[in-house]
């Protein structure tokens, strides 16, 4: 579901195809999100690289925590609900997110609580940042280059996630099936698609659930 047309999955071939298999290989079906970039899968795949080299550096739970806080402060269903669902199978019960989201200061560590609302400031409006909340992070144990990192991933997260509403991509169906409180908490703007998701003619089984 888009504004625009994508082609579709039965017609891809090509570029469009080897991206759409990469898609359904991780997914176990071609979500949305790919169907969108279908037109230039180029930069889908620069966007991938990018990507890459910004959650490498990462601890794999905080640069969820960054991408959530990022996505609700941007208002983009897809990405927080994508996200929160990697949190919740990896690292929280459904509950606890639920109540890390809703205050996040009370529930997660000072450092961790810090760097949520600096990904929050960033997304919303980087503007609004200053020396001192850069100084927060410092004294929470966060070198430079840790504080680099998570500028870029909130900021990432802002190309992503409004490239995807700007032309009207729906999340997934599947996110439908979230538990009920934390599915209202991450479905902060556009609503969960209804129609069932596209897949490719394969064989294979898809290595993980997660979200580019």
Known sequence: MAFISTIPVDDATGEVRAAYERSQARFGYVPNHA?????????????????????????????????????RALRSSYCALAHGVILRDRFYSAPRLTAIIDD??????????????????????????????????????????????????????????????????????QYGEVEDELRRRLTVGRPIDTSAAARLPTTETPDARGHR
């Open 35 to 71: 169907k969108v970039f279908s037109h230039r899968p180029q930069v889908l795949a620069a966007w991938e690289g990018l990507l890459k080299s910004v959650r490498g550096n990462l601890d794999p739970r905080r640069y969820e925590l960054i991408s959530v806080a990022a996505a």
């Open 104 to 173: 996040a200061a009370a529930e997660l560590s000072p450092a961790d609580a810090a760097i949520v609302a600096f990904a929050e400031k960033v997304a919303r409006d980087a503007t609004t940042t200053t020396e001192t909340d850069v100084r927060a992070l410092r004294e929470h144990g966060l070198s430079d280059a840790e504080i680099f990192d998570v500028a870029a991933a909130a900021a990432v997260r802002s190309f992503f996630s409004k490239l995807l509403d700007a032309l009207g991509v729906a999340p997934d169906s």
